[in-house]
């Protein structure tokens, strides 16, 4: 792919993120800075041979190879160290954190019952429904009908209970009920708002 396709690339992301859609094909001139439709249609097949985008019932459409991001070499949280050379691979935050996305929902946390897990307020966290659960597991749970993020437990009679990770909290032993909504597999957070 050329530089210049690679810039159209980032104008069609652009795109994309604001609008959830692509344009027609005579707009996606403008949107790409192109001045004929036969260079915005050179481009599309570029792009489709590429595998950024494929054609579905006479449109465009994004894969998720459009979505990627390079995942560059490892880096240190001690010493610096060289930067590798080899050319990046392309990864979606999708392809890192979930497996099966009919079984995931995000959750925004709200609250710092879990902030020495490394569960701050704001951040996302990933949940995996439908899965098996185990004493020591973070999750997602409604206990007598209410719904939080708590690490689960077992007390020595063998009952479930929620702990928090702050120790300004305390433990959430049901008095009617507790049921595992699903088990968090990954926390997202934006450093910079």
């Known amino acids: ?34 001045s004929s439709t036969s260079s915005v249609f050179a ?11 494929e054609r579905v019932d006479g ?40 497996d099966d996305p009919n079984r995931t929902s995000l959750h925004k946390v709200r609250g710092d019952s879990m902030k020495d897990a490394g569960i701050l307020e704001g951040d996302l966290v990933v949940v995996e429904h439908h899965t098996p659960t185990k004493p020591g597991d973070i999750v997602v749970a409604w206990a ?25 909290y305390k433990p959430i032993f049901p008095a009617t009920s507790l049921e595992v909504m699903g088990v968090v597999i990954g926390v997202v957070r934006k450093t910079r708002r």
């Open 59 to 98: 449109r465009i459409a994004p894969t998720r190879k459009f979505f990627a991001r390079p995942l560059l070499s490892p880096v240190r949280a001690g010493q610096p160290q060289p930067a590798s050379q080899e050319e990046p691979e392309v990864l979606t935050i999708d392809d890192y954190l979930i």
């Open 144 to 168: 007598d009908n209410e719904l939080t993020v708590k690490t689960l437990l077992l007390d020595p009679q063998s009952r479930y209970y929620l702990q928090p990770a702050n120790s300004a």
């Open 1 to 34: 792919m050329t530089e210049h396709d690679e810039k159209h690339l980032a104008k069609l992301r652009t795109h994309w993120k604001r609008h959830a859609a692509f344009p027609s094909m005579a707009k996606l001139c403008e949107t790409v800075g192109l």
């Open 43 to 53: 481009l599309v097949g570029r792009l489709v041979e590429a595998g950024y985008l």
